[in-house]
């Protein structure tokens, strides 16, 4: 097919690039290739797709990205995507992750999966200017019992602007027509769904936030300076990890009324979210009594549901407000608020707020 495809802008390079920012397990790795398929095959651009990930599960955080340019053009490189012209954030705890952000300019579109507005995202992202959508993916996927790829892809499409959309769905629809033909009318519909109901915001300079010089990230443990013996000094049962940009959109919710102290979901949580005190039984004899679930250590594997004989924990979708509202934060002295970097805690309010650093039950 001849090159008829214009891109809006390129880099220097002549490159129009894009960053996808999820975790193991939403289909952002499927999502990049899907995408870049749809524009070399499709709409006769060059491109390229790959992804950078670790230990490939489940959960674990990922960054796909896509490379395209006019077709008179090679992609004769597979470096990182560091300046996007389009970020994709598959799941909104992210972006309170160093790096997640990086490299945005004035002429970046950032989509996120989120239930926020715009405006929202804006602060909590902290941009100067720049487009901003939002589309609830996960409960467009929950809904038509698919993943949140195929509505991110929807809304991509439209945010970006020059991608065809009808393109796009055909090559959805060859993508899973061979080996899944039952998923591919839901993954189109969460596609359209994902296209129609896409927020999208412009905001112009306004002093309300200043850019931040791009620098390259630099992970804090390296060659020259990792532990000996390959040392974990922070797993992810220590004050120091946060967990939650594992979820994949779902908590477990503590009912304190159906619990019966019974400890099983204690011995099967692999991260020790639960937080117990000295009390009495129903019974009135001293015992352990179950407080709640600390959701900073609680990566949403979802085990303590599946064990809890009396359903005193049930799944939930998570949602910032509920977190806020029934997770017990064990909050120490102030040397341990700095060990927590209060600065990044932005999702569930404002850290700055009262009552908010104290224990919430």
């Known amino acids: 097919m001849s090159g008829s495809t214009k891109l809006p802008y390129t880099n220097e390079l002549g490159f129009y690039e894009m960053r996808f920012e ?4 939403l289909g952002a790795n499927l999502a990049g290739q899907i995408l870049a398929e749809a524009m070399v095959l499709g709409q006769g651009l060059n491109g390229a797709s790959f992804s950078s990930y670790g230990s490939e599960k489940k959960g674990s955080p990922i960054k796909s990205f896509v490379r395209l340019c006019a077709a008179d053009r090679e992609v004769r490189t597979s470096s990182p995507v560091e300046r996007p012209h389009l970020l994709a954030i598959f799941h909104e705890a992210l972006t309170g992750l160093d790096g997640t952000t990086e490299g945005l300019t004035s002429e970046s579109t950032v989509v996120v999966n989120t239930t926020r507005t715009p405006a929202e995202m804006r602060d909590i992202l902290q941009l100067p200017s720049g487009r901003i959508g939002v589309v609830d993916a996960l409960g467009i996927s929950v809904q038509e019992k698919t993943r949140p790829n195929t509505a991110m892809l929807g809304a991509i499409a439209r ?4 991608i065809d959309r009808e393109v796009l769905r055909k090559t959805i629809a060859d993508a899973l027509g061979q080996k899944y033909p039952s998923l591919v009318e839901p993954n189109l519909r969460t596609f359209d769904r994902g296209y129609h109901e ?13 850019w931040i010089p791009f620098t390259r990230f630099v992970p804090a443990l390296g060659y020259a300076n ?13 004050i120091l990890k946060d967990l939650s940009p594992s979820r994949q959109g779902f908590i477990p ?3 304190r009324d159906e619990c019966i102290d019974c400890g099983k979901c204690e011995m099967t949580c692999p991260d020790y979210c639960f937080v ?3 009390g009495v039984d129903k019974r009135g004899r001293p015992a352990m009594v179950l407080q709640g679930i600390d959701y900073q250590h609680c990566k949403g594997c979802l085990k303590c549901v599946e064990i809890c004989p009396v359903e005193a924990l ?6 910032p407000e509920l977190v806020r509202r029934t997770s017990i934060e064990l909050v120490g002295p102030p040397e341990a608020l700095v060990a927590m970097e209060r600065s990044k805690f932005h999702l569930y309010g404002e850290p700055e707020s009262p009552g908010y650093w104290d224990k919430i039950s």
């Open 22 to 25: 999820s975790i193991g397990g």
């Open 159 to 162: 945010a970006a602007g020059f």
């Open 198 to 210: 896409l927020v999208l915001e412009d905001f112009a300079p306004d002093g309300k936030y200043d």
């Open 226 to 238: 990792v532990p000996l013996g390959g040392t974990i000094i922070n797993p992810g049962n220590t």
């Open 253 to 255: 919710l503590f009912h």
């Open 276 to 278: 117990w005190e000295e």
């Open 314 to 319: 049930t799944m939930e979708r998570e949602e």
